[in-house]
């Protein structure tokens, strides 16, 4: 088992560099286990030991993943946060377990802090366009939501009149 482990961090932190940070509080059980990073809202493509069947998320709620074929695991960011990820062979024994952090793309986001509590961000690529981010005032992500559903919907033709 500890060489399964062993070869599902190695394939991990292949696909991922490790993130800094050592076992402070809270972080005990973390340390001892590989880690891999994940934007939210990116797909990371992984391999699975070879005797993988089956795959657990612990908070599908911060990340998902789908089975490909061949051992081919794609693990989406979906919340901030951080969960473990463990793999059963077909007789239900664990072989493998990892935890996925997964944090706020830097890249190209721009976020204006109006006082303490109201914040709206910005996709600055290169010219910045609202971007609900996790976080982001209510009313804000609500109306950038509503937006981008109501384009989704008129771009395949779903979009009735407004009532």
């Known amino acids: 088992m500890r060489r399964s482990v062993l070869r599902l961090a190695a394939g991990l932190l292949a696909a991922s560099a490790a993130l800094p940070g050592g076992a402070g509080p809270g972080r005990a059980a973390e340390a001892a286990l590989p880690v891999v990073s994940v934007s939210v809202d990116n797909a990371k493509v992984m391999r699975l030991p070879e005797k993988a069947q089956t795959v657990i998320v612990g908070n599908p709620l911060i990340a998902d993943v789908t089975l490909q074929k061949n051992g081919v695991l794609v693990l989406t960011g979906k919340s901030f946060g951080a969960t473990n990820l463990i793999a059963l062979d077909a007789a239900g024994a664990m072989i493998a377990e990892t935890m996925i952090r997964v944090e706020a793309s830097q890249s190209s986001v721009v976020t204006v802090q109006r006082g303490p509590s109201e914040r709206n961000s910005y996709s600055c690529t290169p010219i910045c366009q609202p ?6 005032t209510a009313d804000y992500f609500g109306q950038v939501s509503s937006q981008a559903d109501q384009r989704r ?3 395949i033709g779903s979009a009735g009149p407004e009532k």
């Open 131 to 136: 971007s609900m981010q996790l976080g982001d």
């Open 153 to 155: 919907k008129l771009a």
